[in-house]
């Protein structure tokens, strides 16, 4: 079993960047798929980005093309979403990701372990 704790979230205008990190302790992370997902208030969760065990694959929800990078260090046991040109739209609380297999990566439930949640807020 692994333990997720993500950190880097804030406030922060719109235009401007952020980078969220998301430590693993428990196991090591080169086990696991990656993702990252975010939930605004009043709607659901939804798939951010995603990465395979060593980095060969990424996968990025359209609206995020272009202005967020997933990225992971799996020596460190660590992944990270560095996310530029951020909007309003953008606010909500992210929570990373673990599971077992790179196949339907945008689903919530092919992820087996979650973090708590970083708040992230852009204001315009």
């Known amino acids: 079993q692994v333990q997720l704790v993500e950190s880097g979230g804030g406030l922060v205008q719109a235009g401007g960047s952020l980078r969220l990190s998301c430590v693993a302790s428990?196991?090591?992370?080169?086990?696991?798929?990656m993702g990252w997902f975010r939930q605004a208030p009043g709607k659901e969760r939804e798939f951010v980005a995603a990465?395979?065990?060593?980095?060969?694959?990424?996968d990025y929800t359209d609206s995020v093309k272009g202005r967020f990078t997933i990225v992971r260090d799996n020596a460190k046991n660590r992944m990270y979403l560095q996310m530029n040109s951020l909007k309003p739209e953008d606010t909500a609380v992210y929570y990373c990701a673990a599971g077992s297999y790179y196949r339907n990566v945008v689903v919530a439930t092919s992820y087996d372990y979650w973090g708590q949640g970083t708040q992230v807020t852009v204001s315009s």
């Open positions: 990465i395979s065990r060593y980095s060969l694959n990424t």
């Open positions: 428990g196991r090591t992370l080169s086990n696991y798929v």
